[in-house]
């Protein structure tokens, strides 16, 4: 059992938030008479280079409604998004508490102008540290944005504890040597984080 570590590390999207996205390519489905599964094909082969700012928020809108057959105003890209994006409070509380102990931090994989909603919700109060891909140009589960992440934090890996919903990018703390946990629900979070930091 670690006794070394000195911060925990949460993703975003998926973990303090939610977001209906079957309901947004539903939505996108019946504007375009696409498939849904053509139209995240469409959203994502653009992602990567969308989240690391190397695309800006209208050359994205405007790439996947051409793809899709909508103009760029009908694809709600952030209306949406900011329309039904929630806050789960219980992981929120949850980081309230961690916080009395221990620094906390947040990784997350998200375009320009959906971080700016996310840092109005968010607020600034409990999270020490906040890493976005658009703002270090690399995205996980890419090995080095952990390792960014533990230099600006001045951390060693062993000192860290990461957590995300997305397997790959558990996989890519680990390789680096982060202690990390796959979210499936915040009693099974608990039960981990409590092998951990107990």
């Avoid at 849904?36 to 405007?62: C, L, Q, V, W, Y």
């Avoid at 949406?80 to 906390?104: C, G, H, Q, S």
């Avoid at 992440?149 to 982060?178: H, Y």
Wanted: proline share 4%; charged share 30%.
């Amino acid at each position: 059992m670690p006794d070394t570590i000195k911060a925990v590390i949460f993703d975003i999207g998926g973990v303090i938030t939610k977001f209906p996205d079957r309901e947004y390519l539903l939505y996108l489905a019946n504007l375009s008479g696409k498939e849904p599964a053509e139209i995240a094909r469409a959203i994502d082969s653009n992602i990567p280079a969308f989240e690391k700012g190397k695309m800006r928020t209208r050359e994205f809108e405007n790439t996947v409604s051409k793809r899709i057959g909508i103009s760029p105003h009908e694809l709600q890209w952030y209306q949406y998004y900011a329309k039904f994006v929630t806050i789960d409070a219980d992981i929120m509380d949850l980081v309230r508490d961690l916080r009395k102990e221990y620094i906390t931090a947040y990784i997350t994989n998200i375009d320009a102008s959906k971080y700016d909603l996310f840092k109005k919700m968010l607020g600034k109060e409990l999270f020490d540290y906040r890493f976005a891909s658009c703002d270090l140009h690399l995205r996980k589960p890419d090995p080095r944005i952990y390792r960014t992440v533990l230099k600006r934090m001045k951390m060693s890996p062993e000192e860290t504890v990461f957590i995300d919903n997305q397997k790959e990018n558990v996989i890519g703390a680990r390789k680096v040597g982060m202690y990390s946990i796959l979210y499936k629900s915040r009693r099974l979070l608990d039960i981990e984080l409590s092998r951990l930091l107990d």
